[in-house]
């Protein structure tokens, strides 16, 4: 029994004996054969069909061997076939020729079967290993592409899990905490409060009960006089109000900070409220209070605060807090290291500038926050969304700012984070939130 389709096998010679000789041979071992009495002919046939080998003879009219060699290496669709020379015996010159032209081998003239056929097969074997190995590579490149874009995707994604849970654990264990904090101050703080109300209402009823003691009797006696001189009671009597009142602002100060501790910190992480903007920029300020006070070493950062009529926004306000803690920090810092250096100019005013207003449009609005720092060269620009990126020594920052910002606003609040900066002109960073679902502005 032959093999089915063991190989196609174009002859080409000018003989007719030899080409039914060859076809007699390998038709007999299961070889399919094609027959071409000329090299144009035997090209031809070799471009229309999958020859696995071709055998060529070297002495034919028109186009010889040598040429039609030529030809069939240089054609893209024949340079692959590997080319087997019929030779006469002795010519090896032709052999050697035969070879430098790129045939793989050569069989001699008069044929010997045995050796025509163990020649073919073994290189219609080489070939179809070439082939498969040729395959095999392509196919290993394409897993390897395959692969490599699965496992970026697979990264990208690691990194998203991460910020939203970086995000996540920020705003529920911080968040939570603080908002605890402060809801638990509330209580003895009220109490405080309250009870300096009453004292300075009791110490005024005290003092004036002095006064009036010391209008109706003003000799007291040598005793009352020495102790009124050692507890200074005229100071006293002035400084003991001052001293309550100085006690009310504190104590109205930690009200405020605790307060916008709770604002800031408001758990909405997972229900969009309909909230007021400005309450989260002055809460968010409130917190940042004491990085922007004056310092023996530096002078104090200005806010300045132009907020427009803007209605309220259905959003995460827990999470855009975040974000507006990030922008101004940022802000913040840029303006400390513009002041760390010795060489700014001396009527350098520390500024940061925020702006809010609805778009033209009316379907979104833009918070402008704005600092007249040392800005960004083009290339750290176009890197500080990017998870990780920091300019800043180890301990001062993460970079996490900026890609977690850019996350709640992008992805939470469908909304755009955009950055204009230039290198010693400053940096201003745009919020921009739809907000479609919101009431219109009243009036
Ligand atoms: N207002 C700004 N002026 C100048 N450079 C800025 C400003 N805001 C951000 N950058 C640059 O962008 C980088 C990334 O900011 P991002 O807030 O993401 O990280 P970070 O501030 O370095 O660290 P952290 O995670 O603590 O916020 C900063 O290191 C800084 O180089
Ligand atoms: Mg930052």
């Known amino acids: 029994m032959t093999p089915d389709k ?17 076809y007699d041979i390998l038709t007999e071992v299961g070889y399919e054969v094609l027959l071409a009495k000329q090299g144009k002919k035997g090209i031809e046939l070799a471009q229309s069909h999958p020859v696995d080998l071709i055998l060529l ?3 034919m009219p028109e186009l010889d061997g040598f040429q039609t060699c030529k030809l069939l290496q240089t054609t893209p669709e024949t340079h692959h076939i590997p080319i087997i020379f019929m030779t006469g015996i002795s010519d090896n010159l032709e052999k050697a020729k035969g070879l430098g032209l790129g045939a793989v081998d050569y069989i001699t003239k008069p044929f010997y079967k045995e ?18 190995l040729i395959h095999e590579k392509e196919s290993l490149e394409q897993r390897v592409e395959e692969r490599t874009a699965e496992l970026s995707q697979i990264l990208a994604e690691l990194q998203q899990t991460q910020l939203q849970l970086v995000r996540g654990e920020k705003l529920s264990s911080i968040g939570q905490l603080v908002a605890g904090v ?9 109490f405080i409060a309250g009870n300096i109300d009453l004292a300075t209402e009791a110490v005024d009823h005290l003092i004036e009960y002095v006064e009036l003691y010391r209008s109706q009797f003003p000799n007291t006696g ?21 001293m309550l009142a100085s006690m009310k602002v504190g104590t109205d100060r930690i009200c405020n900070l605790s307060t916008s501790l709770g604002t800031f910190c408001r758990s909405d992480t997972s229900v969009k409220v309909l909230a007021d903007i400005h309450e989260g920029l002055d809460s968010t300020l409130m917190i940042l209070q004491h990085r922007l006070k004056p310092t023996p070493h530096r002078r104090e950062i200005k806010i300045v605060k132009n907020y427009g009529k803007i209605p309220p926004v259905h959003c995460y ?10 922008i101004i920090s940022n802000g913040i810092d840029a303006l400390e290291e513009v002041l760390g250096n010795s060489a700014f100019p001396e009527n350098f005013g520390p500024q940061i500038t925020i702006n809010t207003q609805l778009s033209t449009d009316q379907q979104q609005i833009m918070i402008q926050i704005a600092d007249n720092g040392q800005g960004m060269t083009p290339e750290v620009k176009s890197q500080i969304f990017d998870y990780l990126f920091t300019t800043k020594p180890v301990g001062k920052g993460t970079g996490l700012g900026l890609s977690i910002s850019l996350q709640i606003i992008k992805e939470a609040h469908n909304g755009n984070l955009i950055c204009y900066s230039e290198l010693g002109k400053g940096t201003v960073f745009e919020i921009q939130i739809p907000i479609n679902d919101s009431p219109a502005i009243a009036g």
Do not use: C
Not at 6 to 22: A, F, K, P, R
Not at 182 to 190: R, S, T, V, Y
Not at 227 to 240: A, M, R
């Open 182 to 190: 402060a809801h638990e101050i509330k209580n003895p703080l009220g």
């Open 57 to 59: 003879d070297v002495i």
């Open 6 to 22: 063991i190989g196609l096998v174009l002859v080409i010679d000018d003989s007719s004996t030899n080409l039914e000789l060859l």
């Open 317 to 326: 306000l827990g999470q855009l807090n975040q974000v507006f803690m990030n």
């Open 222 to 242: 040598e005793e009352i006089q020495r102790k009124g001189v050692e507890i200074d009671i005229e100071y006293l009597l002035k400084d003991l109000p001052k």
């Open 115 to 132: 050796e025509v056929l163990a020649r073919i097969k073994i290189h219609i074997k080489l070939r179809r290993l070439t082939r498969e």
